[in-house]
């Protein structure tokens, strides 16, 4: 089963800040954050292995709560580059762990 | 760059064949899967491999079926097309270990049903 993101789409200016959320309904060991631009292949922006924790790379960042089987991606100060669709992919606990499921994305516009 | 390549990119069929698409990898990564992307649907797992003759059904696996003699290559066959089953098909490689490692994709194979 898919995780669910929220929100579906979103539209915001340059500099301003944009949450994107991931849940999912079987326990989680690990979640994965995609971005893929229009036409291209999904591209890797980080992983996260344990409850609580959070990771990030210059001003993305993202936290994953392993009880409430919930991630989220924090984009501040978007910049035009940010716009794309986001992926979260999640690696279950139960049942095969080999599977990576992602969610239907998000979609975020950048305006100058 | 990761080395993954998908074959062809794009391709036009008719209802009712078989089509084979190809996913190649040089990084002797053990996890291979394949994604089918719709819009308003994301990336849907159709089968994926843990190893040469190991495969297993992902969440659309109907009308799919995969095959994996080599570690480098995974192939995705479309026993007989649909329209349904028009879409951008995605191959993925992982050293996948539970979760732990990211994934890298190929560019994507855009595929047709008239």
């Known amino acids: 089963q898919q995780p669910v993101q929220s929100p579906q789409a979103v539209i915001l200016r340059e500099g301003e800040d944009a949450v994107i959320n991931c849940s999912s309904s079987?326990?989680?060991?690990?979640v994965h954050w995609y971005r893929q631009k229009h036409g291209e292949a999904p591209v890797f922006l980080m992983i996260?292995?344990?409850?609580?924790e959070q990771k990030g790379h210059e001003k993305i960042s993202a936290s994953f709560n392993e009880k409430k089987q919930q991630s989220s991606l924090y984009l501040t100060a978007s910049q035009l580059s940010y716009s794309g669709t986001y992926f979260c992919?999640?690696?279950?606990?139960?049942?095969?762990?080999?599977?990576?499921?992602f969610g239907s994305g998000t979609q975020l516009t950048v305006l100058p | 760059d990761a080395g993954i390549t998908q074959s062809p990119r794009h391709k036009v069929t008719e209802t009712g064949t078989p089509v084979t698409l190809r996913c190649h990898q040089t990084e002797n990564h053990r996890y291979m899967y394949w994604y089918r992307q719709d819009p308003g649907h994301g990336l849907r797992l159709i089968h994926y491999?843990?190893?040469?003759?190991?495969?297993d059904k992902g969440e659309v696996s109907d009308g799919y079926s995969v095959s994996r003699s080599k570690t480098e290559d995974f192939l995705l066959t479309l026993e007989s097309a649909t329209s349904s089953q028009t879409s951008v098909y995605f191959c993925?490689?992982?050293?996948?270990?539970?979760?732990?490692?990211?994934?890298?994709f190929g560019q994507g194979t855009r595929l047709t049903v008239v």
């Open positions: 992919g999640t690696g279950p606990t139960s049942g095969s762990a080999r599977q990576l499921t």
């Open positions: 996260l292995l344990k409850g609580g």
């Open positions: 993925a490689i992982s050293e996948l270990d539970r979760g732990n490692t990211e994934a890298f």
């Open positions: 079987k326990a989680l060991y690990s």
């Open positions: 491999s843990y190893g040469v003759k190991d495969t």
